[in-house]
C-alpha cells in the first residue's frame, strides 16, 4: 500500500488548508489512519486520527480547530486546518496502521504558516 499526502503550501497565521492522504488500496484494511506532523527540531507528533470502530483522537494543540474526515469509496483520509498558527508549520505525514499488515508512512507535505 502506497499513501500520497498532498495540499500542503504556504497559508498565513488565521488561514485554512486542507490535506489529502490517498491510498493506493482499500482503507478499509487498516485499524487506524491518520496525520502525524513534525516540525524542525521536534518529535513526531499526533495530529488528529481515525481508530477502529470510527473514533477519533487529535493532539491537544489541534483540537477545535483541525478536523479529520475520510472517504472511502476514494481510499482517502483529509485533515481540515483551520484558523492555523505559526506553531503548525511541520511537514505532515499520513500514517496507516495494521495489526496484520504493520504500519504505513507517506512521504509528507510540507506546511508553513507565515506572514
Known amino acids: 500500500v502506497q499513501l500520497q499526502a498532498s495540499g500542503g503550501g504556504l497559508v498565513e497565521p488565521g488561514g485554512s488548508l486542507r490535506l489529502s492522504c490517498a491510498a493506493s488500496g482499500s482503507i478499509f484494511s487498516f485499524n487506524v489512519m491518520g496525520w502525524h506532523r513534525q516540525a524542525p527540531g521536534k518529535q513526531r507528533e499526533l495530529v488528529a486520527r481515525?481508530?477502529?470502530?470510527?473514533?477519533?483522537n487529535y493532539g491537544d494543540s489541534v483540537k477545535g480547530r483541525f478536523t479529520i474526515s475520510r472517504d472511502n469509496a476514494k481510499n482517502t483520509v483529509y485533515l481540515q486546518m483551520n484558523s492555523l498558527k505559526p506553531e503548525d508549520t511541520a511537514v505532515y505525514y499520513c500514517?496507516?496502521?495494521?495489526?496484520?499488515?504493520?504500519?504505513?508512512w507517506g512521504k509528507g507535505t510540507l506546511v508553513t504558516v507565515s506572514s
Open positions: 481515525f481508530t477502529n470502530g470510527g473514533s477519533t
Open positions: 500514517k496507516a496502521e495494521s495489526v496484520l499488515r504493520g504500519d504505513y
